[in-house]
Every structure is written in structure tokens, then in C-alpha cells.
């Protein structure tokens, strides 16, 4: 045992020597290594989130429509506040003490620890100011945002807003964190990946005032923001423009398309508003007081008004007609006006008329006779009415054809069984749904697809998908734009249509007012009927009339007659967007269109 | 004679006050890691330090209760209680709660238990009882086989919980055994190996085995009774690297400086042992052994850090000795804790002023990190107060185990001296950055009732007995 007790010195020695190099360690930690002192006055490891600006926008004609501005962002680490100068703080970002005490509390119950953001988008000019005074509030620092800023006042409902992600959008993609920004609408909403960018993250060593003490290891761990990807809209920024101030105070929506691509050219809904309204701090209280304009300026007439089509469905029923061997090029019926039964016509031409006079002169008598027989054709009225179905919905009616639109609606198109629920099976015929022969009834079309069939007849049977971009920068757009979707329409039939279409421009009382100069329009007017106020005006029409380079529908609630605005309106843009200018001798016109005021329901007849 | 029986006369009052600084000061610090402005009041048993202000408490009437219990009901129920924890630790892998990855918790309501820390202090009555069994003799083959399946089979289970931490504690025992006479050679070469492989992992193949040639050439030197025996065995390596230098020119594949080394070292190894065997030269045959020894576990180091040990600890052993610095993940939480502690300074920043030891720097700040705490706020004054504290305690419980007539108490003295002083080390090395991440709490300091009454029931059977000390046979 003697042996053994003598090695309690080595086991001494051992706790000794660890104590010793553990005191050595620390006194060289504490008091000898300035490092750790450098950092000392409190070095905080900050990630600073760098938000890349979002992509921007151009017309087809490479015009800015969108771009970004800076603004900033006040957070709060409640834990490393100290006192500090509310009177002052508050004067410096214009706010209550109230909203202040409020803004505390708030942060605080998130986590006194991270830091929130106290004020939102801070003004380039008052951040100025407020930069000079922030090293006397501590616990406070600044981060840069980019807002969106809008070259012009056009377009407004095409390319949406962004606004910030909504608990929803966390749970269903990591990438967002409370306070981001995501596009909520549009375009903003349907090329959100492409045009958000992906955000980076800085580290930064901050000593407790706040300083910077420089980036954590050279940067070496940063994570560099990568910028948003530009994107090259289809618009026409002239023709936009231009349509939107000849809706000033109007209701209704354009749309334009390039038929050849599907390209929309134009789409306006009208009452439209400022879309720099729904930027910044003031995006809240403008958007509840958009919400609560009776004109609805937020509802996006172009994607999701359903209307019924009137007239301008007529030359659809009457290429069904012709493709069903219900009627052929010969075919005349007798009209008697306002005698005719079982639908009215409503005014006096020539009888009888054939397939092109019967478009000119927009004959009901014709219509309900096509309509029947193409319901007739087949053994029961139910096949032949599902095969007018097939072949009306083959034209992207009841469809959904808004290809990059982020929330277009299908519309409606009556289906058998939606009539056999109504009538019974069995017990409806062509005579039930008559209303149907002249696009009235259960139908309900989207101006864009409305537009989309203008683009059908200036193709001559077919058409690709709408849509609203041309170029992604660094990236491809959807394939599904370059498919071609044709009509179950033989194009032979077209031609007498488009005969009849040209002629109501040409010849009945629109040529003084609708007919463009030089160009062939070929165009189809309607006259919704409104039971609470005056009719709807519309208009459906392509120019030229060979290799047509526009298709365009019009609708003007209040309108009374399609020839009195929907017809003109549409001319004007047709001659705009074709010949960049309006001809003297129609001026008139045009200061007439743009001065109609329209906004109260009932218009004298 | 009187006095002989009457335990509150003879108890060590200066080791009772040492355990009742450690345990206050621990709460000071637990108090400031937790501090929150929204619930300052100190009992709020909400927060950290209300809860661990009732566990002092317990932990107090567990102190006295142990006082109070004779003391051969330590002696005699040892193998029960050691077997009744082993079975626990069992019981725990089936139907533990898993925090921060180890499976080690019992959880009856909020209230959590780890078996594994209370199976510290019956291991070392275990290992008490058996060593000082009448006619023990620790180099018997059967001796030592007993005394590994006592402590490696807690180790084993502890393992298997995924608790690294407090499996390592166990190989403090090692101290006890050298104690008790086990060879000093024991102790030389798990030195040896320890040193070895951290170097193996610190340093470049290059520099260590240059070294490990010089220190070995070294050696000889002094060794060598002739400069001429020496000159022969500098020969033997040079001659042997050479070789193997001249014929890397003549092979495709190009090896490394290092390895070539590392080939000449081995075979001039090989040459002097085989020489020395021969010509009977005893200190030669060794230091040429212990090179190859040393060579051949580094190589070993290297393969075995690669193919056997999972990658988070790798990472934290990585991290320790300065390899790779993944300052977000292993490296991090000993970053920010010697940031805390080094802006300390001399005299700290002050109680409850510290802003790098607040939650979101430094993790696990009330449990194993809380030497940042002292560091931080205490500053250099502080941190050297605590470490001579418990320098000053373990040295006085080696001094009391000295003085104990039963070799029972002395072992287990000793056992709970080596159990602090592991803890110690390891939990403030890690703080400081010279041991890897391990998260063991730091005895009395650290947050949490298991280990705070673990550690109160181990100390206090050891003053127990030790106020007995005249009883015994
Ligand atoms: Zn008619």
C-alpha cells in the first residue's frame, strides 16, 4: 500500500495540470487575446436576409411597364432596447405613440430575441433622415426592400400586385417567411418564381450598438441574392393606353389578340384604377377602399365576367349550321320583323336572307331556323343539342382557355343534363332553349373568350391559347402556347360568314362610324338585353380581313346598341393598333367615345 | 470515545461548505442565463431557475436523509442498487423519452429522470465493495476481467441510449484503478494513446511523423550509452528512407514525402528490433516498438476516424482540434461560448449584464454551457474562482479518501473525486474549446435535478462515510 498511496500525487498532479491549463486557457481567453475583445462589445453573428429586386416588366415593344424602387424596413430586437426618445422616434417616422407602444408589444410577443419589423416601407427620403438619428435607438436597424413602381397607370388588373405572403402561403412553400412579399394577382402571381428572384443571406458581425464590425469570414458564408428574371409581356403598351382612356367612365373590358400567336395585345377592364395605389404603406387603406367602390375596379372583368354574348354569337351558329348540313350557303328564310315567331327580329331588311345577309342584318327569323335544324339533325333533340354543345365548346366556350392568367373563369355552357334537371329528360326541345340561337339564355362568356373567338374566325378555325408573355429572360414560356387548337368547323364555311361580317361594317349605318380607312374590318355587333338598366353594347370583330393582325372584343355595359360604342370603340383601337394614329375625318368619333360618360345604368335610347 | 459516534462532530464541514458555494453560485449563474425581464421574480418555478431553486431544495433532503442512513446500508446494498439502475438503464431504451437524440429520459409528467446519471455513484459503491473484498489483488486476470464487466456494462448500455457524454465519464475510473496499484504502464500508454490520436487527427501526416522520428531519435540518444550506437541507429533510418525514396523515382504511382517516411521508419524499426532482440539491448528493443506501436495506431487513427465513427462526431472532434470550422453547425455553439466567455474579460461585465449568454447565442446555456455565463458576467476572476474551487475540492476529497481505514471508502472516494474531476474537465474544456462538444453537465453548476442530485447523492455517501471513518474495520 505504500506504493499506492504515493500515487496520489500523480493523481493530484493530474487534476492540477488540467486546472493549470484550463487557467492558462482563460486568462489568455479573457485577458490576453484581444480577439474575443474585438468582437467583445458584444459581436452578434446577424443574418441579414438580401432580398433580390424582382424581375421586371416589359410591353412587347420592350417599354417599362414595371420596375422596383427602394423602400425600408425599421426591425426591432426588443431584447436590446434600450431608453430611448420616443417623441423624437416618432416624429423621425411619423408615427403615434400608440402605434409605436402597440408595434413593441407585438415584436416582443413574437420574440424578444430575433428581430421583427416594427414599420414598413420607409420612404428613400425619410429613411435619409431617420439614418442620421438611428444610433441613438438601440435594438433598432434598417433592411432595404425593393417595391414595385409602374411607369404608367395602364394595365393594372394584367399585371396583378404584390403583396405580403399570407400564413397559407408559408404553410405551402418554405422558401416564404412572415413579411415577404409574393405576387397576389396577374402577372405577379402567375410568373412569381421567375420574377421574385432567389433570396440571399448576408452574415455580419454587429457589436451591441449596432455597428457593423465587418462580414462574418470575408463573406465566405454569404449566399449572394439571385436577381428576379425579366419578363417581356405580350401587351401593346400604346393600344392598352389607348383602350383604357376610351373606357374612361365606362364599364365593361377589351381584349385585343394577335391571332396568329394568341398573343394578347390588350386587356382592359374597366373601371380600371392606379396600380401604384396597392405599393407601399398605403396598399391597405387604398385596397379596402377599392373594395368598397361600388364600380368594383378590383373585379377583373376581362377573366371573370360571365356574360352572355348576344349577336355576336351568331356567325358560331351559323358555321355550326353550315358544318352540320342543318342549313347550306343557299339556304334562305323568310324574316317578318317584329312578327316573327318564335323569336322577334328586331328590325326591318331584306326577306328572305341568306347566310351572308342574315349576319348583316343580325336576323333572329334565321338564327332560330339554323338553330332548330342543327337540334333537329339528329334522332332526338338531346344528340343534336350535345352536338352543338361539342362544337361550341370546341371554340373555348364553357373552357378554360386562360392559359397564364391566374384566375380566369370557365364560364358557362349549358350541358343536357343542366336542362334535364331544368325540364325533365325528355321534355325540352329546340323550342326550350331557342333563346340559345341568338347567344342569349344560360350561356355566359368571358370577354377573353370572346376575344379568343375573334381570333377563331380571323384564323378561319382554330387558335392557341391567350396568353400574356412573350419572353422569360434566361428561361423558356409554356409549350402549351404553341399548340394549336383547331374548331370541328371545315374552313371552306368561314368565308361566307366573314362575308357577312365585312358587310356589316361595311354595309349597314356602321360604316359611319366603325369603318376604318384602307382596312377591311370584319366585325359582328350584339345588344345584350339588361333587365336593370339600359343593354349592354358589344362587339366582336378582326382586321384585316386577310392575314388579320388583330381580333377584338368589346363590351360596354350601359352601351344601349353595339353599333352606338362597342362597334366604334373597337374600330378606333383596330385603326390605333394598325396604323398607329386615328385618321383625321374620325376624330369625332374618337373624342365622342372618349367623352360618353356611361357609369349611370340607364342611357337614352 | 463519545465523539467517535456522533456523525455531526466528525462530518467535513469545509467539503459540505465547498458543495454549498458550488451549488449557489450555480444557481446565480442559471439565474442570469435565464433571466428574463417578463418573470423576475425568482420563485417563479416557470422559468429555469424557480425550478431549479426546488431542486436544491430536494436535493438538500437528500443530503441530510444520507447522512442519516448508516452506512453499511451502502456497503450492503451496493449490488442491489447497482443491479436495480442497470435494470433501468435497460428499461430506458424502450421506454425513454429521446432528447437532443439520446434516449436516456424517463418523463413522468414534467418532471424528468436519467437513470444513467445515478448509475455514477452505485457503479462506484460496486467497485468499492469488490475491490476491497478481503485477499483482492487487482493484476489477477479474473480481478480485472470483474472490475471491466462492472464498468463497461453500464457503459454498454449507456451507449446504446446514444448518450456518448456520460458513457466517456466512466473511463475516469482508470485514475481509481492506478490507485489501487494498477500498472503505471496502463496509464503511460493510454496517455500515449489519447496524445496520439489527437495528433493523428490534428497535424499533417508530414509534421507528425517527423516528430514522432525526432522525438524517437531523441530518445535513443539519451538511451545510447556511445555516440557510435547511436550513429548506427541514425543510420539504419536513414539508410531504410533513402531506399524508398530512390525507389518511388522507379514506381508510377507518385506516394507522398510522407509516406516514404512513414515506409523508412517502419522498416528501420524492424531492422533495430530485430538487431537489438539479438543482441539483447532491453531499452532498444522498447523505444523501437513503441515507434512502431505509435505509427501503426496513428495510420489506425486515421482509417478508423473515416470508416467507424458516425458523422456528428466526427464533426465535433473535427471541430475541437480545428480541422474543419463549421462555424453554423459542431462549431458554433463553441464559437459563440468562447466569444461569451472571452468578452468577459478581467472583472466581466457584471451580474445579469451579459448579452452574448443569452439564448440565442449560446445554447444550451443553463445546462452544459453555463461556465459562459461565469466567464461572461464574472470575467477572469470569476472563471478562476470556480476552477479553484473545485480544484480545492477534489483535492480535499483525495485528502479524505487518503484518510479513510476501509479500503471501501477510500475507493469510493476516490471514485467520486475522478467522476467530478472528469466532469469538470470535460465541460469546461469543451466551453473553452479544448475538448470536443460532449454534453456533460458541470457538476452542482448545470441546470437540471438528475444531475444536480446525482451528483449530491454521490458526494454526500462519501462524507457519510467518511464521518464514520473511526467505525470502520
Ligand atoms: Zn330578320
Redesign the interface.
Known sequence: MK???K??F???A???V??L???I???R???L?P???Q???????REVTQYPARGLVFDRNGKLLVYNKTAYDLLITP?EVTKFDTTLFCNLLDISIEDLDVGIKKATKYS???PSILIKQISPERFAVLKEQLYKFQGFRTQSRTLREYSTTAAAHALGYVGEVSNRDIKKDKYYKSGDYIGVSGIEKTYEKQLRGVKGVKKNLVD?HNRLQGSY?DGK?DIPAQIGKNITSTLDLDLQLYAEQLFQNKKGSVVAIEPATGEVLAIVSAPTYDPGLLVGRVRGKNYSKLLADTLKPLFNRSLQAKYPPGSTFKPMNVLIGLQEHAINTNSRFTCSGKDSRPIRCTHNHVTPTNVVQAIRESCNAFLWNTFRAIINNSKTSAEGFNAWHDYVASFGVGQNISSDFSNGLKGDLPTEADYNKIYGKGHWNALTVRSLAIGQGELGVTPLQMANYGAILANRGYYFKPHIIKEIENDTISQSFKIKHEVQIDKKYFEPVIEGMSQTVHNTNLVYTSKIPKIEMCGKTGTVENNHGSDHSVFVAFAPRENPEIAIFVYVENGVWGSRYAAPMASLMVERYLTDSISTRRKYIEKRMIDANLLNPIQPK | MAKRNNIWANIDWITILLFMLLVFMGWLNIYAAAY???FQSIFDTSQRYGKQLIWIGAAFVFAFTILIIDTNFYVFFSYILYGILIFLLILVLFVGKEINGARSWFTIGSFGFQPSEFMKFATALVLARYMSTFGFKIHKLKSLGIIAAIIFTPVIFILLQNDTGSALVYFAFV?VL????LSGIV?FVGSLIAILFVLALVISPLTLYTVLTGVTLLVFLIFSTKLVQFGRVFAAYLISTTLFFVLNLFVEKEYSFADILVAGSILGSVVILLISLQKRLRNYSIISLVFLGSIMFTLSVDYGFENFLESHHQARINELLGIESD??GAGYNVN?S??A??????WGKGYLKG??T????VPEQSTDFIFCTV?EEW??AG??VV??L??FL??RL?WL??RQRSGFSRIYG?SV??IL?FH??VN??MT?G?MPVIGIPLPFFSYGGSSLWSFTILLFIFIRLDASRFDQF
Open positions: 506504493v499506492s498511496s500515487r496520489r500523480v493523481v493530484l493530474v487534476f492540477g488540467i486546472g491549463i484550463f487557467i486557457s482563460l486568462f481567453l479573457q485577458v487575446d480577439t474575443y475583445k468582437y467583445a462589445t458584444n459581436n452578434v453573428l431584447r424578444p430575441y430575433k451591441v469570414r458564408e | 428574463n425581464e417578463e485514475l492506478y490507485r489501487e496499484g496509464l462555424l453554423l459563440q468562447k466569444i466567455i472571452g468578452s468577459g474579460g478581467i448579452t452574448q443569452k439564448f440565442d447565442f466567464g470575467g477572469f472563471t478562476s476552477i479553484a473545485f480544484l477534489l483535492m483525495i479518501a487518503e476516490y473525486a475522478v474531476f469538470f474537465m469546461i474544456g473553452i479544448l
